[in-house]
């Protein structure tokens, strides 16, 4: 070791989905133990892999428990060791065929070999089946995926049952999915809105994740053709010129919050938009615009004393990098470190679908990161 | 005969340093300009807070004559919170580079940090009003995509309802003069947009764009400026924010921030903002063998008057030059 380099080791206990660790650097060596394979030594275990980026994005040699089970090695060549800057927006994966989408609520879309995971945020295009008909009036809209109901199918948090949107089949020309590659670096965000239940209060579903937390004072942008325009902060009948804002009292899930506006007889929403509306439709919006709080995230017994904000505020939820603020301020979520892919050893060109790099679920597994000095070549 | 040319007895030395540096294209940093700018005091704790009061009742009803007087109002405020980040970079360069190389290796790699950091600065400023901001979808365009192009009604659009919300205006107008080509300038907001579109600006002229050249008096034009299209002063810069290919027909849209004053504020802590570090090589290791060069700076920031931002997503009409 030299005198300018990194070093960073650590711990997790294994969901089996992709694990990110944040770090204050980028590696470009990453070493992974998984403590459970080497104690339960079994098929399909990896106990050890190596990354250097030398290898490449995604990629790592593995120690690799075969059917046998006997010890081997073997390569991870999609899924493995990827490193993230995450400090710029706007950036995309790269785009994927749609197949179809049902018109159903929700709706359910159709990519082969999709590779998206539940909180993986999407946007889509194109959309049309013919001319005049298929569900345009959600492209543009960036949905965090709900559900992933297998390799080629995922769900999206809108409802597309009415009888303006006509399901998307045999993969229609121009209808392209992407990811969102770091849609929640700044918390949090203007959010669009896919349903509103009225009544004494309002609950509201929104397509990416909110963000918001209890306390959290928020603003409504409802265009007239999706009814509920009574929600819109301005204008105000009774104190003309004063924005109504409303207050989240409960958090329902990361998709859906309760607020304080009694809308019991507000105009109902309708996300039936005509295929015709599509250019130049504004879609409707929830926003942060304040707080009532006055502490910061409560400790937990995994937690640091003085917990840092924590997104999505429901449930999965993942620290910021810095420290406590208080709930429901606007915060910098950026980031950088690498991530632990799901992808299967490859032994001999023969994948094994059942062994995954980042383990199966509660596998424990310590890893090392180190950015060197010196690379050669 | 023989003539001595250099292919015998050539330079000693064959390159010359020019003696100016070339220059870096630097995008220009319009978010920076638009904020209101405040400091957190130092031992301030981790987050600014803002508080806005909020209108009270106008008292339209009149007294009568019970002698008997109205309820008291309540008064109300509405409170903002902003977390302080901390970001830095910087350079470790040997001491034999120091010793070396010709040109000012210290003084240009400083002028390079000090760059980054304002530019970071604005790009941190440029992503959080992308996420954070609502957005109106252009639909005064006609390329049928969604958002559309840019119409004169979407800049008529935004800026009503930027009025609506009795949001502040940064310019006062300029009054029409009597010079050939000019006319007046409404006074005005400001859009934050991408040079990619000064050719759909273009070709608004004589339905309602003004390029600024065609003002009566430049004086007031922030270097920035490309034009006006009614109550909107358009700023344009190459590090404007587009999400390639995210449109409804796949073109790519531009998030034109549209805003009145107070809508974003900036927020550093104790004068924190913009400190450039050198350390000599004396206090690297036993040999002292390399110095850094460093910047780093606080910053938080947030929407402070939401009434007064919009951004206005656009599509663009004309090809782009490559």
Redesign the interface.
Do not use: C, H, W
């Given at each position: 070791m030299t005198?300018?380099s990194r070093m960073a080791k650590g711990s997790f206990t294994s969901t089996g989905a992709a694990q990110i660790i944040n770090l204050p650097f980028v590696p470009d060596r990453v070493n992974l133990t998984n403590y459970t394979s080497y104690a339960a030594f079994a098929a399909h275990g990896i106990p050890w892999a190596n990354w250097s980026s030398a290898m490449g994005q995604g990629f790592a040699a593995v120690g690799y428990v075969n059917t046998g089970p006997v010890l081997d090695t073997a390569v991870v060549i999609s899924g493995g060791i990827s490193t993230f800057q995450a400090g710029?927006?706007?950036q995309?994966g790269p785009?994927q065929q749609i197949i179809g989408i049902t018109a159903a609520n929700p709706a359910v879309v159709n990519v082969t070999a999709h590779g998206y995971s539940i909180g993986d945020t999407v946007?889509m295009?194109?959309?049309y089946q013919s001319a005049t008909t298929g569900m345009?009036q959600i492209?543009?809209i960036p949905f965090t995926i709900e559900a992933v109901g297998d390799a080629d199918h995922f769900t999206i948090n809108w409802n597309a049952s009415g009888s303006n949107y006509t399901a998307l089949s045999a993969s229609p020309t121009?209808a392209?999915v992407?990811k969102v590659l770091y849609p929640f670096?700044?918390?949090?965000?203007?959010n669009v809105v896919w349903r509103i239940t009225t009544g004494n209060t309002t609950t509201v579903g929104t397509t990416m994740y909110h963000n918001f937390e209890v306390g959290q004072?928020i603003?409504f942008?409802i265009p007239a053709a999706w009814g509920t325009t009574q929600l819109n902060?301005?204008?105000n009948p009774?104190?003309p010129?004063?924005?109504i804002?409303g207050y989240v009292t409960s958090i329902t899930d990361n998709w859906t919050f309760v607020c304080n506006i009694n809308s019991s007889a507000y105009t109902t929403f309708n996300v039936n938009q005509p295929v015709a509306n599509?250019?130049?439709?504004?879609?409707p919006?929830v926003?942060?615009?304040?707080?009532?709080?006055t502490g910061g995230n409560i400790i937990t017994a995994t937690s640091a004393l003085y917990p840092p904000?924590q997104f999505p505020t429901s449930t999965n939820r993942v620290s910021t990098i810095?420290?406590?603020?208080?709930r429901?301020?606007?915060?910098?979520n950026?980031s950088q470190g690498f991530i632990i892919g799901t992808g299967n050893a490859v032994f001999q060109t023969t994948a094994d679908t059942s062994s995954h790099l980042v383990g199966a679920n509660a596998d424990v597994i310590y890893w090392q990161a180190f950015l060197d000095d010196i690379t050669m070549p | 005969m023989s003539i001595t040319n250099t292919g015998n007895l050539g330079p000693l030395i064959l390159q010359s340093l020019a003696p100016a540096m070339l220059y870096v294209p630097t995008p220009t940093m319009n978010y920076i300009t638009v904020c209101d700018k405040i400091s957190m005091p130092a031992n301030g704790g981790t987050t600014c807070r803002f508080m806005r009061p909020r209108a009270l009742t106008p008292p339209t009803i009149q007294l009568g004559n019970s002698g008997i007087d109205p309820p008291a109002q309540i008064p109300q405020r509405d409170i903002i919170d902003a977390q302080m980040a901390f970001f830095g970079t910087g350079c470790i360069i040997n001491e034999q580079v120091i010793l070396q190389d010709q040109e000012g290796v210290l003084a240009w790699v400083s002028e390079r940090l000090a760059v980054a950091m304002r530019q970071a600065e604005d790009l941190i400023l440029r992503d959080y009003i992308v996420s954070a901001a609502s957005e109106i979808n252009a639909g005064g365009g006609s390329n049928g995509d969604n958002p559309t192009n840019l119409g004169v009604s979407d800049f008529s659009l935004v800026a009503t309802t930027l009025d609506t919300n009795n949001a502040y205006k940064f310019m006062s107008g300029i009054e029409g003069m009597d010079r050939f080509g000019t006319g007046p300038v409404r006074s005005a907001y400001f859009m934050l947009t991408s040079t990619e579109l000064q050719s759909d600006f273009d070709g608004l002229t004589g339905l309602g764009f003004l390029s600024q050249w065609n003002y009566p008096t430049n004086a007031s034009a922030l270097p920035a400026e490309y034009g006006s299209v009614y109550n909107i002063r358009i700023l344009t810069s190459s590090e404007a924010p587009v999400a390639r290919g995210a449109s409804l027909k796949g073109n790519d849209v531009y998030y034109n921030t549209v805003l009145g004053k107070q809508a974003i504020t900036h927020i550093n802590q104790d004068g924190y903002s913009m400190n450039l570090i050198y350390r000599d090589p004396y206090y690297s290791g036993m040999l002292a063998q390399n110095a850094t060069l460093a910047v780093k700076f606080a910053q938080a920031q947030a929407i402070t008057q939401d009434t007064a931002i919009r951004n206005l997503l656009s599509t663009r009409l004309t090809n782009l030059g490559v």
């Open positions: 005198e300018y710029l927006m706007l995309y785009t946007i295009q194109g959309l345009p492209a543009g121009g392209l992407k670096l700044y918390l949090p965000e203007d004072e603003a942008r902060s301005l204008p009774l104190i010129g004063q924005p804002y599509v250019p130049g439709q504004t879609f919006q926003l942060s615009v304040g707080d009532i709080n904000p810095n420290g406590p603020a208080i429901g301020a606007f915060v910098n950026t | -």
